[in-house]
């Protein structure tokens, strides 16, 4: 007996749902891979904002603290810091120094941030 045309169901072969699966796992394959990747640049960027404020604070306090020689090192949430204000010509050389870890292989990264003040 023949079916009439217009009444025929339309569906998928099993070829046609084992392409479409193929392709759906090629995507959120990809995703994650890169939801690795992302996870990891976030975590480099929170270091390095940590870092950059660690010393800036540092440098701040010690252009607030006036004429005033110190020098002091720092570990902590994964970042070392070291920091000197010492006698200069004009007044005080402030530096400040932090180092932490980046990348996939967690290689070290030093970053300086040098300043000066003046003393009356």
Do not use: K, N
Not at 82 to 96: F, K, Q, S, V
């Amino acid at each position: 007996m023949r079916i009439p045309s217009d009444h025929r169901r339309i569906a998928f072969t099993l070829l046609e749902l084992l392409v479409a699966c193929l392709v759906l796992g090629t995507g959120v394959l990809a995703l994650a891979s890169t939801s690795v990747a992302v996870a990891r640049l976030t975590g480099d960027a929170a270091r390095a904002g940590i870092a950059a404020e660690r010393g800036q604070a540092r440098v701040e306090s010690m252009r607030a603290a006036g004429c005033v020689s110190a020098s002091g090192a720092l570990v902590a949430s994964g970042v070392e810091e070291w920091w000197e204000a010492a006698p200069a010509a004009a007044g005080h050389a402030l530096t400040d120094s932090v180092r932490y870890a980046s990348g996939a292989q967690h290689e070290l990264r030093t970053e300086t941030l040098a300043s000066a003040s003046t003393c009356p």
